[in-house]
């Protein structure tokens, strides 16, 4: 198989799998005072310093949670509860009454937050418009945080998990800082593809198995005095801001492919070269073929694009017998493919948007596996432009 979906689960690393292999021959309790306690709560903190390193945090920010999705509930949910916290202990710290969110944020960000804005009748829900290319609206983030009264906590992602378009998150946490509003940067997909600066934000979103680690473990990283009420309720596991058992194996294995990121010399550079000889290849094979984000700075390795004519669904299945795994540029659900949120936030079309893919490289990638994905997209489009049946996007 050419697998080229990274960006929707990365194959497992080899570090990973041996820290996970070690891990689980130690039957200890992290939260254990005997030896085997103490064997697990050092597997546990060794990945946990391995992880801040990779976004300049402290070890002590990180909590590791069942994957992003949770870790983006807790963030939002837990912001705006525990900021009510604080403001019922001292009326003069405000409570977060604004909840801004960019128009390209991941589906758990957005629904989450409209679930927030929902059962909560104080917040108000306000989307950020981005530009055709999908970059956040600067002016338009500027102007919203000067209107209303109340705390507010923006979600802005540092990079978009469909375009791979770079969000210009220094510019965000200025902005926020000086409304003394509250940054949640969802660093899922850039994680190890470009650098990360914690310092930037109040809380981060990562997750392991979009890095190489294994599926089923993520983390939030929340900065020292940050508003924070815990979610999941039980033991005092991590400070007792996320109870339960941690997940040992899955932890070790994230540690080591945070470890493995953050010490990969040339690797960006590589998938750089990777993606740019897709784009090429495809581009002059068929100059028609649409590519998302081109005016903006994107990831190394996420090429967002379209085929005029070719509908997503089509396209996958015929990927998939010639041995290419790929994704639609949009969230999957019951089988069907939905028209992604992102590209109408960029006010693609509809026509084109339901001819979207992703190829998305990684470590495992090879020039071979490019090849291949571009000798099946052009053979898919021939064969569909000569047969007057063919499954057209609508």
């Given at each position: 198989m050419h697998y080229c979906d990274h960006n929707a689960t990365s194959p497992l690393r080899p570090e990973s799998l041996a820290a996970m292999t070690h891990a689980l021959g130690v039957s200890g309790n992290p939260s254990s005072v005997h030896a085997n306690g103490r064997a697990a709560r050092a597997i546990v903190d060794d990945a946990?310093?391995?992880?801040?390193?990779?976004?300049?945090a402290k070890a002590d920010q990180v909590i590791f949670t069942s994957g992003a999705t949770e870790a983006a509930s807790l963030a939002?949910?837990?912001?705006?509860?525990?900021?009510?916290?604080?403001?019922?202990?001292d009326s003069k710290t405000a409570r977060i009454t604004r909840l801004f969110?960019?128009?390209?944020?991941?589906?758990?960000?957005?629904?989450?937050?409209?679930?927030?804005?929902?059962?909560?009748?104080?917040?108000?829900?306000?989307?950020?418009?981005?530009?055709?290319?999908?970059?956040?609206?600067?002016?338009?983030?500027?102007?919203?945080?000067r209107e209303g009264k109340g705390r507010a906590l923006v979600a802005v992602m540092?990079?978009?998990n469909e375009t791979g378009v770079i969000q210009?998150?220094?510019?965000?946490?200025?902005?926020?800082?000086?409304?003394?509003?509250?940054?949640?940067?969802?660093?899922?997909?850039?994680?190890?593809?470009?650098?990360?600066?914690?310092?930037?934000?109040?809380?981060?979103?990562?997750?392991?198995?979009?890095?190489?680690?294994?599926?089923?473990?993520?983390?939030?990283?929340?900065?020292?005095?940050?508003?924070?009420?815990?979610?999941?309720?039980?033991?005092?596991?991590?400070?007792?801001?996320?109870?339960?058992t941690e997940n040992l194996a899955g932890i070790a294995g994230f540690g080591a492919a945070a470890h493995t990121l953050l010490t990969a010399d040339g690797e960006r550079e590589r998938?750089?070269?990777?993606?740019?000889?897709f784009e090429t290849a495809l581009k002059k094979a068929l100059p028609d073929a649409v590519i998302f984000g081109t005016g903006a700075a994107r990831l190394c390795s996420?090429?967002?694009?379209?085929?005029?004519?070719?509908?997503?669904?089509?396209?996958?299945?015929?990927?998939?017998?010639d041995g290419v795994c790929m994704s639609a540029g949009s969230t999957c659900s019951s089988?069907?493919?939905?028209?992604?949120?992102?590209?109408?936030?960029m006010g693609v079309d509809a026509d084109t948007s339901a001819s979207a893919l992703r190829a998305s490289f990684g470590w495992s990638n090879t020039n071979e596996d490019v090849q291949a994905a571009v000798e099946s997209l052009v053979k898919l489009t021939e064969r569909a432009r000569r047969s007057p049946t063919t499954d057209r996007a609508a």
């Amino acid at each position: 198989m050419h697998y080229c979906d990274h960006n929707a689960t990365s194959p497992l690393r080899p570090e990973s799998l041996a820290a996970m292999t070690h891990a689980l021959g130690v039957s200890g309790n992290p939260s254990s005072v005997h030896a085997n306690g103490r064997a697990a709560r050092a597997i546990v903190d060794d990945a946990r310093e391995k992880i801040a390193a990779l976004v300049g945090a402290k070890a002590d920010q990180v909590i590791f949670t069942s994957g992003a999705t949770e870790a983006a509930s807790l963030a939002l949910w837990g912001a705006v509860e525990g900021a009510l916290d604080q403001h019922e202990a001292d009326s003069k710290t405000a409570r977060i009454t604004r909840l801004f969110v960019s128009g390209i944020e991941h589906a758990c960000i957005q629904a989450t937050a409209a679930r927030i804005a929902e059962d909560l009748p104080w917040i108000r829900l306000s989307h950020l418009p981005v530009t055709a290319d999908g970059v956040l609206d600067i002016e338009a983030l500027r102007v919203a945080l000067r209107e209303g009264k109340g705390r507010a906590l923006v979600a802005v992602m540092a990079a978009n998990n469909e375009t791979g378009v770079i969000q210009p998150l220094e510019d965000v946490s200025r902005l926020c800082r000086e409304a003394g509003a509250l940054l949640l940067v969802d660093a899922v997909p850039a994680a190890g593809k470009i650098a990360l600066d914690f310092a930037l934000c109040d809380y981060m979103i990562l997750s392991a198995h979009k890095m190489g680690g294994p599926q089923g473990v993520g983390a939030l990283l929340v900065a020292d005095g940050a508003p924070l009420r815990p979610q999941i309720l039980g033991g005092g596991q991590q400070k007792g801001l996320r109870a339960g058992t941690e997940n040992l194996a899955g932890i070790a294995g994230f540690g080591a492919a945070a470890h493995t990121l953050l010490t990969a010399d040339g690797e960006r550079e590589r998938l750089a070269h990777l993606t740019d000889r897709f784009e090429t290849a495809l581009k002059k094979a068929l100059p028609d073929a649409v590519i998302f984000g081109t005016g903006a700075a994107r990831l190394c390795s996420t090429s967002n694009f379209a085929i005029p004519g070719i509908a997503s669904d089509t396209a996958l299945i015929a990927l998939d017998m010639d041995g290419v795994c790929m994704s639609a540029g949009s969230t999957c659900s019951s089988g069907k493919i939905a028209p992604s949120h992102v590209l109408t936030a960029m006010g693609v079309d509809a026509d084109t948007s339901a001819s979207a893919l992703r190829a998305s490289f990684g470590w495992s990638n090879t020039n071979e596996d490019v090849q291949a994905a571009v000798e099946s997209l052009v053979k898919l489009t021939e064969r569909a432009r000569r047969s007057p049946t063919t499954d057209r996007a609508a």
